[in-house]
């Protein structure tokens, strides 16, 4: 995640570099006076440009896991190139509101220090830090309801309705984890000490289940946010908080992010308490279920989290004709990966991965919504045939445009290709940099294998289903503990690498050709 002070870190030192650069003699003074002198180079400006990190473009999105990471567009690698204020043109900057970290042993006067041993004071302050968490974490909910939302809903910037889309169920977070301060701080001694917290988690950790509606629409409120910034009230608002002291540099989306990440910190937060515990400690027990408790709900928001933004995407599939629609679409429930690609010709697509089909589509508007309209008929991914392209492999269309392009253009290519009687598609397809085409090969192949496994498991599971008797006749076997075992077997090869899933596919086989062989003994 990116710094909190980055931006304003940026803005400096591109300050210096602009009173660096006038400096430099001038070339027409160079001339006047020539001279066999060495010209001291500018170390301090390449030095100070060299600091400033280039802005990379990350068109490719995966959906592995979902609420490891924020919400994003195509919009996010481009910067907003906002045309300064005339409110903000002559205004110093705001001194920026930041938020210090505190620790456990600054916090209270630790006297108890001398009596407690290094692994305890850790301990104290990895709970003062849950404790602290909260805390701030209600700070930031309240703040973005009372600086962002309501003055927008009384200035009608925006509708109640667009309001209501975009923050979710903000505001019933706030009651729940107030709650959980209010209960670690009513069992903190008053030396600042806290002994047990694992029964206050155990109890507490189920009601995280709520987040799942506001994750779950963070995908559709992003893109709301996104099309009202082009609304000049709306971006001059929002420019506004961004320069007051109380935003610390932080938009509104960091705000309405801020609950998921924190969702996602929990395990991290209770494995470091349960580090620094004792092995006889009865916390110990009480910290284990509760990593437990929310590991398990992570997981299952996830998952509704990914089936979210897997509906979302489809709804805004614009199909040219009927003969483009495929059930497999209809049936997708997770978009493995998306994002823009380049053909030879220099076109720009939007390709989506969802789990059995590639889908090819350009990026338009459409009833003022960013919509996907479909270049080409989708592509199964079990018949779809894959190729990595060296580069300069590919030749960019068009003979003038090729003879001028410089090496950058024919980089990164790799061919997507299907046929199946007359129907055939073959696509050049170019990504960002050579990382997002391994990204690109890495999940398409994942997909392909993960259906030839599942293929075989179905054969193997069905033909499992029946032993031989000696006479010939087909004898039913266990189906459930065999349908059981096939599922396990293939959930687990289909998450390795392809040269895994190859070999457990044939061991797999070659075991249970032996157990059918050895009960046909038994029976015989």
Known sequence: MVAKDYPFYLSVKRANCAFEVPTVT????ETEEPSNKRVKPL???????SLIPPVRATPLKR???TL???ISFRSDSRPDLVSPRPWSRNMPPANTKRRDSKLWSETFDVCVNHMLTSKEIKRQEAIFELSQGEEDLIEDLKLAKKAYHDPMLKLSIMTEQELNQIFGTLDSLIPLHEDLLRRLQEIRKPDGSTEHVGHILVGWLPCLNSYDSYCSNQVAAKALLDHKKQDHRVQDFLQRCLESPFSRKLDLWNFLDIP?????????????????????HPDQQHLEEAINIIQGIVAEINIKTGESECQYYKERLIYLEEGQRHSLIDNSRVVCCHGELKNNRGVKLHVFLFEEVLVITRAITHSEQLCYQLYRPPIPVKELILE???????RLGGSIRGAFSNNER?????RVSFKNGPQSQTHSLQANDSFNKQQWLNCIRQAKEKITCAGKAGVLNSEAHFLLSPNGSRVPQGEATLEQMDQSDCE?????????ISIDCERMEQTNSCENEKQIETNV
Do not use: W
């Not at 687990?492 to 895994?500: F, G, H, I, K, V």
């Open 26 to 29: 001038s070339p027409a003074k």
């Open 260 to 280: 998921r990440s924190r969702l996602v910190k929990y395990p991290l937060l209770l494995r470091e308490i349960l580090r620094h515990t004792p092995n006889d």
């Open 388 to 394: 990595d392209l060296q580069d300069g492999e590919v």
């Open 410 to 414: 024919i980089k990164n290519f790799f």
């Open 492 to 500: 687990s090869d289909c998450s390795m690498d392809t040269s895994e």
């Open 68 to 70: 490891q990471r924020s």
């Open 63 to 65: 959906f592995g896991q």
């Open 43 to 49: 170390s301090r400006v390449t030095s100070l440009a």
